[in-house]
């Protein structure tokens, strides 16, 4: 039997499932103002997509860096979210507040 972890990543192979959760996680950002869950959300995007590894590659960011950011240890300036995002393919974006309820 699976773990919900192992479960968890298997689905965040789906890039419109890890949109979802990345999308989630910094909602739960603007409420609490805590990183470390949306950083968390990126961790485990990045093990779905292959690790850290791959995303040093990918990014051409160093490896350790990347584990001290997606481990909460640091948090990332914005230049190399951006970049970390591009990597997992996102991007960074500014909507605005009532974008749901226009909808």
Known sequence: MKSFHEYNIEQLKNPEDALLYLTEALADFEIDHDAECF?????????????????????????????????????????????????????LSIVPKDVEARG
């Open 39 to 91: 950083l968390k959300a990126l961790k485990d995007v990045t093990e779905a997509q292959g690790g850290i590894g791959e995303l040093a590659k990918r990014t051409s960011l160093n490896r350790q860096n990347l584990y001290k950011l997606l481990s909460a240890k640091r948090q990332p300036k914005i230049e190399t979210l951006g970049v970390i995002l591009d990597g997992l393919g996102f991007r």
